[in-house]
């Protein structure tokens, strides 16, 4: 796959406190598969009315507000990656949201960290999270095939056995959203 660099970038924000190399790594991960210029931009703060204190963590919807503000015109997407345990309404914990419409989406290494004491694995987590939640921003659902990014991940069992790519058949439809999207 040859970058387009021509084209709005897909940009990657820390959200709250990262390590600088987790941010880059994703964006290099997301540059290799998804072939677009893919930039790193200045950090966004952590909405402090995001934290539930009941359940003691982080409402994704919120930080993809935050998102959405700071989102520019000339990006094609923004994902925000944090470190703090997320929830979505109904659900124990998320590993990621994502918001079509406004084009932004944010992940979580909170949870990816668990026995990841070997950095190769992850990186490789954070990645697989990181085009996951970005194919969500181009309108592709979760998939029937479990080895596809876009299956949906409930365990770190389920996230690891993800390729970091997606199936022929998402691989298609997010080529032709990304190519209409420019």
Same mark, same amino acid.
């Given at each position: ?36 210029? +893919?930039? !790193?931009?200045?950090?966004?703060? /952590?909405?402090?009315? %995001?934290f539930s204190r009941? &359940?003691?963590?982080? =409402? @994704? #919807? ?41 084009? +932004?989406? !944010?992940?979580?290494?909170?949870? /990816?960290?668990?026995? %990841?004491?070997?950095?190769? &694995?992850?990186?490789? =987590? @954070? #990645? ?55």
């Amino acid at each position: 796959m040859t970058l387009a660099t021509h084209a709005r970038p897909i940009v990657i924000a820390s959200v709250g406190r990262i390590e600088r190399r987790l941010v880059a790594w994703a964006a290099e991960d997301a540059r290799a598969v998804l072939g677009r210029d +893919v930039v !790193v931009a200045d950090g966004v703060p /952590l909405p402090s009315h %995001a934290f539930s204190r009941q &359940r003691d963590q982080w =409402r @994704a #919807a919120v930080i993809l507000d935050a998102l959405a503000d700071v989102k520019r015109a000339d990006w094609l997407r923004l994902l925000g990656i944090v470190d703090v345990d997320l929830y979505a309404p109904d659900l124990n914990f998320v590993f990621g949201e994502a918001d079509e419409r406004r084009g +932004v989406a !944010v992940f979580s290494t909170a949870r /990816l960290r668990v026995g %990841a004491e070997i950095t190769d &694995r992850l990186r490789r =987590r @954070a #990645a697989t999270e990181a085009i996951h939640e970005l194919g969500h921003t181009f309108g592709l659902r979760h998939c029937s095939r479990p080895n596809c990014v876009m299956w949906f991940s409930n365990t770190l069992t389920e996230t690891d056995r993800k390729d970091v790519r997606p199936c022929a058949e998402h691989a298609r439809e997010l080529a032709g959203a990304m190519e209409a999207s420019r």
